[in-house]
């Protein structure tokens, strides 16, 4: 069964590095998602990307953050200065059509350590 | 903000027993979605309830949607411990296209 998968599963990096976060979604899918979960609280949205640009996005990706498809298959996350506060469990998701409408569907997971 | 409050926090059963967990939300929605997330996995995406949806079921699963209360249910039977996990709602507003918004989650825990 085809499934999203991410690399690296834990990241430790220091306050104020360049972190990417990869994520190979469902080949056939067209919607991708980057979440974040802080230890112990909800699930965040932070955005969405359709048709190689992002369609929406959370208040929480602000100018530190941003998302590419550098290729066919690939999708990244990249976090220009890294804080304390960025640490958290970071989810890809990709669906088939609109993640409103659609099941989507998750990876495993980058855990991101900030120090 | 219109994400969803879990009910129960957390819940603790005997294998065999029914669970029920309730997530209400603030405004009108297009879809209301439940997934399970083992401690510290990546979350699995259980069922899609529609607005103009009032039940589904899917296996051991059943959800119920009132828009009127603006709340939903998901009620697991015959549970099972495998089913130990954290249950989250997730909603798509009116309006919105992409994006869907976890509530806080109920923990679910089921003793064999």
């Known amino acids: 069964e085809p499934e999203v998968t991410q690399t690296p599963s834990h990241q430790v990096t220091q306050m104020g590095q360049e972190v990417i976060l990869r994520c190979v979604p469902i080949?056939?899918?067209?919607?991708f998602y980057w979440y974040r979960q802080i230890l112990g609280q909800k699930v965040e949205f932070l955005v969405s990307?359709?048709?190689?640009?992002?369609?929406?996005k959370s208040e929480i990706f602000d100018d530190q953050f941003s998302v590419e498809r550098p290729d066919g298959s690939n999708f990244t996350l990249k976090i220009r200065s890294t804080k304390l506060e960025d640490s958290a469990m970071y989810f890809c998701?990709?669906?088939?059509?609109?993640?409103?409408?659609?099941?989507?569907?998750f990876g495993p997971g980058t855990r991101l350590t900030v120090l | 903000s219109q994400q969803g409050e879990e009910d129960p926090q957390a819940l603790s059963i005997q294998e065999g027993e029914n669970a029920t967990m309730n997530c209400s939300y603030k405004?009108?929605?297009?879809?209301l979605q439940w997934y399970r997330q083992n401690s510290g996995r990546g979350l699995v995406h259980l069922i899609l309830?529609?607005?103009?949806?009032r039940e589904k079921h899917s296996g051991r699963l059943r959800v119920t949607l009132d828009t009127s209360k603006k709340s939903s249910s998901l009620l697991i039977t015959a549970s099972r411990a495998a089913d130990t996990a954290s249950y989250f709602c997730?909603?798509?507003?009116?309006?919105?296209?992409?994006?869907?918004?976890f509530g806080t989650g109920t923990k679910l825990q089921v003793i064999p």
């Open positions: 309830i529609r607005s103009n949806e």
């Open positions: 997730a909603t798509s507003f009116s309006g919105g296209y992409q994006k869907v918004t």
């Open positions: 998701a990709s669906s088939v059509g609109p993640g409103g409408y659609n099941e989507q569907f």
């Open positions: 990307f359709y048709n190689n640009e992002i369609s929406e």
């Open positions: 080949s056939n899918h067209l919607y």
């Open positions: 405004t009108s929605i297009n879809n």
